[in-house]
């Protein structure tokens, strides 16, 4: 399967087929855990606008990742452990005291943010932190401007 695959697309639907022949509307975590296991194996269908096409998933690490279902280091740029971070509110920030606010963060640990999700699901376990990932984001060098609802950042 190509590495473009686009696994999270809304309109794609996931098909598991159980050892027993069972059908099931599958995909998620669980259905990879299953699969992982040998219990059954995975279909995606990928609607078209005339056709539909319907294709096996057989590189399920790709497939993992796609979902953030594993971390993969490469892929998002940090690594799986406690971030050095330190941050501070966007000086372009007009907003101080909006639901969201901007702000700057720099990542001593040597880390890249290049997936804002797996970087918020990080920060969500780490610090709390509640980072939009349907907005904007960017980067300068190593700081890096994010969203985070306010009333979930702590020093
Ligand atoms: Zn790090």
Redesign the pocket.
């Known amino acids: 399967m190509k590495e473009e695959f686009p696994y999270t697309l809304s309109t794609m639907c996931y098909i598991e087929v159980r050892n027993d022949g069972e059908v099931l509307w599958g995909g998620g975590h669980e259905a990879y855990e299953r699969v992982r296991r040998g219990e059954c194996r995975l279909y995606a269908v990928w609607p078209g606008q005339w056709s539909s096409h319907l294709f096996a998933i057989d590189d399920l690490d790709q497939y993992a990742a796609a979902f953030g279902l594993v971390h993969d280091e490469k892929r998002t740029g940090?690594?799986d452990?406690q971030?050095?971070v330190s941050w501070s509110v966007s000086p372009y920030e007009k907003r101080p005291n909006g639901s969201y606010v901007s702000i700057e963060v720099q990542?001593g640990?040597?880390?890249s943010i290049r997936d804002l999700k797996a970087f918020a699901k990080q920060m969500r376990e780490q610090r709390g932190w509640d980072v939009a990932t349907t907005t904007g984001w960017g980067s300068a060098g190593d700081t890096y401007s994010i969203r985070v609802r306010r009333t979930s950042l702590r020093q």
Request: aromatic share 0%; charged share 10%; hydrophobic share 35%.
């Open positions: 940090l690594a452990h971030h050095e990542l640990c040597g880390c």
